[in-house]
């Protein structure tokens, strides 16, 4: 309560202006007091106002006041500086809720500013003094305030515990070794300390080095970020451009149709006229000859009707026909005809390419709802697979009752068989996937594809990952990727020789991890699987490079 008052007094001898305690107070007419100096810098920035107020109500003064120093306020304010001030300081000093008090210090305590691990106490500045001036004392270890030295009593024999046991992994003090830790294993507390803070560093050594892997790992991965936009937004401005010109070809196209068809349709109407034209010259001249035959017909001289006769009747083949040409209304229903063909084969070839880049589309995705997220998980789908010695390479040995493949100096003595690898170093698994899976492959020395694949005959002569019917995880040194139908992905360095496979062959998921402390999801493909598919191993030399399809247990 003491306190509150010292902070109240503070409220209300502090200048609302500057919010510091009054300097040189003044009390103007409303009442409120201010610093001197903050109250006429005030008032001189209204001067041309002609007006003067008060910062805290507003009430107006006309003409200015005149200030002079409120000599009771300048008394209070020096008096609580020297007591007031003094005191909340000294309030500052002494052990709160969340301090560690001093032990020595009667009534209230004042907060401790160290703990000796000798005396097992807790000092203030004040009591802590003697252990700075006796050489006694000024052997004791001194650490923190710590409320917990309590801990290194025996709640036995109320002595110290200075020594720890090895055999129960506990500290114990030197009545507990004779009694019932005799014939342990036991050492001081410091020896023991200093054997831990070996394996401490130890471990901060090889946290540090995993934290520089992680770091290494993260700017690998912006490094793959900045590859993949830097890719993606290159495929988009040449996909702009390139569908840019197909459009700009289409609109020529469609130009030169309707042009042609104009010209054809000019030329066509105007043949047509042409020939209207000359049809309706030969009615007039027609309507005549019958005018003049018809005036004859009533001529009642018969000299003069025979006479005249001969040169009347006679009448000319026409030269013009009036049927329509059939191959010019032929022409517009071919145009016609073609435009849509081109529309057709555009559509089939525009799906098919769609239907390609749809599944070359590669993505890391660990939010996919039916993907298993830990290895316990992941554990739940594992299936045991081997190898099969009908596909095996030449070059290739099994051994581990064929769960590992060895690539081999010199050939291996095997029948021929129509599904054995001839090109290059590879084996399928004798068993097929459908449903869900998941198996580990332990790399060797040298470079590895993890692989699964349609059991095909094309696949034969090819190598996994160059063919829409296989899809190829490689591991090398320095660098990983993934291949599928001649298309690579990129990757950074595996830093693993365990790698995991999770197939769902219905939902069209296959997904890579790195296996080591734990798991790290490296991609996963999406795609439609049309056919059983079988597991594949393909090996990159130097002889003595092998791989194993690992036992999970």
């Not at 003044?26 to 005030?42: A, D, Q, R």
Request: hydrophobic fraction near 30%; glycine fraction near 4%.
């Amino acid at each position: 309560m003491a306190q509150k008052g010292v902070q109240l007094d503070l409220d209300t001898i502090s200048c609302s202006v500057c919010l510091d305690l009054l300097k040189d107070p003044v009390t103007i007419p409303c009442g409120h007091s201010y610093c001197m100096n903050c109250i006429k810098s005030h008032w001189d920035n209204e001067d041309e106002k002609k007006t003067h107020s008060c910062p805290q109500c507003r009430q107006s003064f006309t003409p200015r006041p005149v200030l002079v120093k409120s000599t009771m306020l300048a008394d209070l304010v020096e008096q609580l500086k020297k007591t007031g001030l003094q005191a909340a300081a000294a309030d500052l000093c002494y052990a709160g809720p969340e301090d560690v008090a001093c032990d020595v210090c009667t009534g209230r305590k004042l907060r401790a500013v160290k703990s000796c691990l000798v005396c097992l106490i807790s000092y203030c500045e004040k009591h802590l003094q003697p252990h700075f001036d006796v050489a006694q004392l000024k052997k004791h270890k001194l650490v923190e305030p710590s409320e917990k030295l309590q801990e290194n009593i025996c709640s036995r024999h109320d002595e110290v515990m200075k020594i720890f046991c090895r055999t129960d992994q506990q500290c114990i003090c030197i009545l507990c070794s004779m009694d019932e830790h005799k014939g342990h294993d036991t050492v001081s507390a410091a020896a023991e300390r200093t054997e831990r803070q070996r394996e401490l560093e130890g471990s901060r050594h090889n946290i540090q080095q995993r934290i520089q892997d992680r770091e290494e790992d993260v700017k690998l991965l912006q490094q793959e970020v900045e590859a993949i936009n830097g890719s993606a937004d290159k495929a988009v401005e040449d996909s702009e451009k390139i569908f840019s010109e197909l459009i700009r070809l289409m609109e020529e196209r469609r130009s030169d149709v309707k042009q042609q068809v104009r010209s054809q349709q000019e030329t066509e109407v105007s043949r047509v006229k042409e020939l209207q034209e000359k049809l309706e010259q030969e009615i007039t001249e027609l309507k005549r000859k019958d005018a003049e035959l018809k005036k004859l017909s009533h001529t009642e001289d018969h000299n003069q009707f025979l006479h005249n006769y001969p040169s009347l009747s006679a009448l000319s083949e026409s030269k013009y026909f009036s049927k329509i040409n059939p191959n010019c209304l032929k022409y517009f229903e071919d145009v016609t005809a073609a435009v849509s063909e081109l529309r057709d084969k555009l559509q089939d070839v525009l799906r098919d390419t769609w239907t390609n880049i749809s599944l070359t589309v590669t993505q890391v995705d660990v939010l996919l709802s039916q993907q298993p997220k830990t290895r316990a998980g992941l554990l739940e789908y594992k299936c045991k697979i081997t190898l099969d010695p009908n596909t095996v390479n030449t070059r290739l040995s099994l051994s581990k009752e064929n769960r590992e493949v060895t690539f081999m100096n010199t050939e291996q003595s095997y029948y021929s068989h129509p599904d054995r690898f001839t090109n290059n170093l590879q084996v399928l698994s004798r068993e097929s996937l459908t449903g869900r899976c998941y198996w580990e492959v332990e790399k060797g020395t040298g470079g590895l594809s993890i692989v699964v694949a349609y059991k095909d005959s094309d696949i034969v002569t090819t190598k996994f990952g160059d063919n829409a019917k296989s899809w190829a995880f490689s591991v090398y040194k320095n660098r990983s990727e993934f291949r599928y139908n001649n298309q690579t992905t990129p990757f950074s360095a595996l830093r693993s020789s365990r790698v995991g496979v999770y197939l769902d062959h219905s939902a069209g998921i296959l997904a890579f991890y790195r296996v080591s402390e734990t798991m790290t999801l490296l991609l996963t493909f999406k795609t439609t699987f049309r056919q059983p598919l079988y597991v594949g191993l393909l090996l990159y030399g130097p002889p003595g490079n092998s791989a194993e399809l690992c036992e999970l247990k």
